[in-house]
């Protein structure tokens, strides 16, 4: 038998009897709970229509019908006060008509929902058949986290005259119904109910514009399809499932980051688990063995054969068709320590051809520590330091995890000193400790240690040196003319000197010397970034913002590249010009579609203004796809989300974002604890905020309006008072209807 043979063989017959692994086997299509099975009408308890509470009204009074008219024209000029004189005043004189209490209730929603409410059930009590009302009444219901009763308005909706003669009430119904529906467990009712809404919004009838969310749908049907896609894979409907994303991959490519992985599972759901894997292992190389794309390839056996059936998997398809070295062993190495066998993946590790990434750092350090060898990691550390000190970032994740995170004890500078070093690493050893004492408030002996490591080789120190460090490390003399002239033509493409220098200059005398030197230099060449961003930074601290501007403008027009572009988008920001920070974000996207950070820095200024926000929501889609560990874009695409009313959706999303971060941002535990509370989850929400306060007080610069806001919030909360929690897009409010 051939080893193919034998793999396959490995992984088929641990799904139908077990095999030894962290996990239970299961069948390629598990059989569902009862609750995800049942349609719309099998869920319990049954509804039926009422009748109307009263009978058909006669001719309505004159008096009536002219208070109405004035009610009606102050709510199309949106004076909504006059209209609830107008029709209040009306329904005392004739409380039998359904039309004034429904256009009553869109004259109090936003300002008084609970009254908005009342008046859309007295006007279904008068018109029981209208499925607008429902549909509306349920949207007030779930607001105010009353979920039974929401549901309940929109199953009773199905049974109306209104549901089953206009397509459009219908999908409104349906698609609300659906969102329900899903939130609570009822996948295959849902995908109906999604399935229902998505040939309305495909044929993009001028009905559709009754109902801004509709419509907006219509322009982008691939979100419909993305949903009704994915809830199909949870229910093994993955022919219709792989039908869709494949749909949504050629017609809507913004939409297709993500769908691969997405395509790749189902494919392992039908069973065709080496197709699968083979597509997972590309996305590995693409992703340079990232967390997400490492985990996404053991959840891909989880439930198939487990951790050694991933294991042969990978050696032979490895063997077929090789990708990215680093990628595939920070893979087999996450493998081999899972199975207990940290001592290979430890000696795997430390061949020659791997690069040290991130995910290959930090697998080298579990793997040492599984293995016994933590003591090991400092002299492997610093040897990677000297000979590839370009991955400097990454090795210094590993440091951090042996200093801060490891246990039974972090490193410290005493340990360092004890150790037996090379000569060719003892740079490295100085330059460590420096940080160590650094972390731990010494500043007078990281300053000491820098100097002696800079004396030793000032270039990797350079190099391994952050913003906050090289203030320390001596190799410029800012008082002397000499010295900075040296300064700007050698290192005015470093960031890092040039963000630190300001300070210096400026006790020295030496600012508008330079000031000038900084301008010489763009002037010589525009696309320099780094001398331009600190030039902007001293224009603008010293009150010539003009001139800061005019050095924007001069440099944007002669960069072309997304990166380049995107930086002078960020300092147009810190100008505070708005305007053109987005007419650079733009650019960026024009020369380069695909570059993440402008992706998401355009959809959340998008989403956060309420503009575009198809465009918005599809840009997050794509930055989270190319970057999908990435905390900043994960809290971007749930504000979109929770800009659009989709509460649920964006809490998934907004708590990915926590999960990423370290610590927690404020600012998306604000974001998060808005949408808990919009979704029902109260307690959540007051957590959230709790964790925000308990941030921000650990947070020095931390915004305190933030603050302020998060206070109030709270306070309202402990009141069970209505809590100001961001607003949504005005287009998720309902429209008053034309007639």
Not at 21 to 45: C, F, G, H, K, Y
Not at 306 to 335: F, N
Not at 399 to 420: F, R, V
Request: with cysteine.
């Amino acid at each position: 038998m051939n080893p193919r043979d034998v793999v396959v063989l490995l992984v088929t017959a641990s799904i139908a009897v077990g095999c030894a692994s962290r996990t239970s086997p299961r069948s390629a299509a598990p059989a569902l709970p009862p609750i995800n099975r049942q349609t719309v009408d099998q869920i319990e308890p049954a509804v039926t229509l009422p009748a109307p509470t009263t009978q058909p009204a006669g001719e309505a009074s004159g008096e009536a019908l002219e208070l109405y008219a004035r009610g009606r024209d102050a709510l199309l000029q949106n004076r909504k006060q006059v209209a609830v004189e107008n029709f209040t005043a009306a329904i005392a004189i004739d409380d039998s008509s359904a039309v004034i209490h429904r256009d009553l209730g869109y004259a109090w929603f936003g300002t008084d929902n609970d009254r908005a409410l009342t008046a859309f059930r007295r006007a279904a009590e008068l018109d029981p058949h209208d499925a607008e009302l429902r549909s509306q009444s349920a949207r007030l219901l779930a607001m105010a986290g009353k979920l039974d009763d929401a549901l309940r308005e929109l199953r009773i909706a199905r049974l109306t005259d209104g549901y089953r003669s206009s397509e459009t009430d219908a999908a409104i119904v349906d698609m609300l119904l659906g969102r329900m529906l899903m939130d609570r467990g009822y996948t295959t009712a849902a995908v109906d109910c999604f399935e229902r809404v998505l040939p309305v919004i495909e044929r993009r009838s001028i009905e559709l514009r009754r109902w801004p969310e509709l419509a907006q749908l219509a322009a982008k049907p691939g979100m419909v399809r993305l949903q009704i896609a994915d809830l199909s894979a949870g229910i093994n409907r993955y022919d219709r499932a792989i039908e869709l994303y494949e749909q949504i991959q050629i017609d809507e490519p913004s939409l297709a980051p993500g769908i691969e992985l997405r395509i790749i599972q189902a494919r392992a759901g039908q069973g065709k688990i080496e197709p699968a894997t083979t597509q997972m292992l590309k996305l590995l190389d693409r992703f340079e063995g990232s967390r997400t794309s490492v985990q996404s390839y053991l959840d891909l056996f989880a439930e198939r054969g487990g951790d050694e059936a991933a294991l042969a998997m990978l050696k032979l398809l490895d063997s077929d068709s090789p990708g990215d070295y680093t990628s595939r062993r920070v893979l087999e190495a996450r493998l081999l320590r899972r199975l207990g066998r940290a001592t290979e993946a430890a000696v795997m590790l430390e061949q020659p051809l791997i690069r040290p990434t991130l995910p290959a750092v930090r697998e080298l350090v579990l793997a040492y520590t599984d293995a016994g060898r933590r003591g090991e990691l400092p002299i492997k550390l610093m040897a990677m330091m000297v000979e590839q000190p370009r991955y400097w970032a990454s090795i210094r994740r590993g440091w951090e995890m042996l200093a801060h995170n490891m246990q039974p004890a972090p490193l410290t500078i005493a340990q360092i000193n004890k150790l037996a070093v090379p000569p060719a690493l003892e740079v490295a050893r100085v330059f460590v400790t420096a940080r160590l004492a650094q972390d731990d408030g010494q500043s007078q002996l990281a300053r000491q240690l820098l100097t002696r490591a800079s004396s030793q080789n000032v270039a990797l120190v350079r190099q391994w040196a952050s913003d906050q460090m090289m203030q320390f490390v001596p190799d410029v003399d800012y008082t002397s003319d000499r010295d900075l002239g040296r300064y700007i033509d050698e290192f005015s493409d470093d960031p890092k000197y040039l963000s630190t220098s300001a300070e210096f200059l400026i006790k020295s005398g030496a600012m508008p010397k330079f000031t000038s030197a900084l301008q010489a230099a763009v002037q010589r060449r525009a696309s320099n970034i780094a001398a331009l961003a600190q030039l902007v930074a001293v224009l603008g601290v010293t009150d010539r913002k003009p001139e800061a501007i005019r050095a924007l403008e001069q440099s944007a027009a002669a960069v072309q590249s997304a990166p380049e572009l995107y930086q002078l988008s960020s300092m147009a920001q810190q100008l505070g010009e708005m305007d053109m920070a987005e007419r650079l974000l733009r650019r960026s996207l024009a020369a380069d579609t695909a570059f993440a950070p402008a992706c998401n820095d355009l959809g959340y200024v998008l989403a956060d203004t309420g503009r575009e926000m198809d465009f918005a929501e599809s840009l997050l889609w794509k930055a989270v796809g190319l970057q999908p560990d990435n905390a900043a874009y994960l809290d971007s695409l749930g504000w979109v989300l929770y800009k659009r009313g989709k509460f649920e959706d964006a809490l998934k999303y907004l708590r990915q974002a926590l999960e990423a971060s370290e610590p927690a941002d404020p600012v998306v535990l604000d974001h998060t604890a808005d949408a808990a509370y919009r979704a029902g989850h109260l307690t959540d929400a007051r957590t959230y905020w709790d964790r925000a306060i308990a941030q921000i007080k650990n947070q020095p610069s931390a915004d305190p309006q933030l603050r302020l806001r998060i206070e109030q919030k709270l306070r309202q909360h402990a009141s069970s008072q209505p809590v100001d929690v961001a607003p949504i897009e005005p287009a998720t409010q309902p429209r008053v209807p034309e007639s």
